[in-house]
């Protein structure tokens, strides 16, 4: 799931009575955590899916945002707990319009999930994370357009860096491509998993926007919110990359295989 955003916003959060801080970062260190993990496990079992011979991106592209019914044990919780106060609390703490909005980054997502596995599955992962890494650069040029984020001197210098890191990469192709990729397909991996970057780097921006659209409204960004938003971006993100497992077949060649070794 993508919980990057949750993590900086959650600390912003104005705790309930009788939590008190150690119960803040406390939530702040179990979404890192599961950022971390999720960050370094998922290209890892990913790449080891196609090592094997296995080629269905829709497939690999699924599985990224397949763990977003985790996310009902927090929304459901905050739900009976404002449901016991009072009964005539709503379903959702999050605006329609900002729902709706979230439906589109999670199509958004489902999109860039799948752009990232097709990339994936020519490059190594020591190559595609470092590219990925790129996404901070596109990150900081889309939220100083959309959300007129300041630029500060340590945030050109690491955007410098990581586009270093990336034309020194591009230059190395022949060291560390995959056995049987070739030199067309690994050039094509670079500029997917760069172009998965840029579209990512266009989502976290937006996220803080809707983030932004809520509190202009005068509710607050609670964690119990950013969890309903990240819900339905990992529902439809989902649904899309199920809607694309569907016309590419995948299901039934599931279906009719001993395992995922295609």
Known sequence: MDVEATCKDVVHEQAAPGRGRAARWLLVALNCGMLMVGTTGGPLISRLYFSKGGHRQWLSAWLETAGWPLLLVPVSASYLGRRARDRGAPLFLTPRRVLLACVGLGVLTGADDFIYAYGLDYLPVSTS???????????????????????????????????????????????????????????????????AAALYGLILPLVELAYKHVAARGRAVTYALVMEMQLVMGFFATAFCTVGMVVNKDFQVINNAPSLSY
């Open 129 to 195: 994370a470092i590219l990925t890494s790129t996404h901070l650069a596109f990150t900081v040029f889309f939220a100083c357009l959309i959300v007129r984020q300041r630029l500060t001197a340590a945030t050109l210098n690491a955007v410098a860096l990581l586009t270093i890191g990336a034309v020194v990469l591009g230059l190395h192709v022949s060291k560390d491509r995959p056995a049987g990729v070739t030199n067309g397909k690994y050039w094509m991996g670079f500029f997917l998993i760069i172009g």
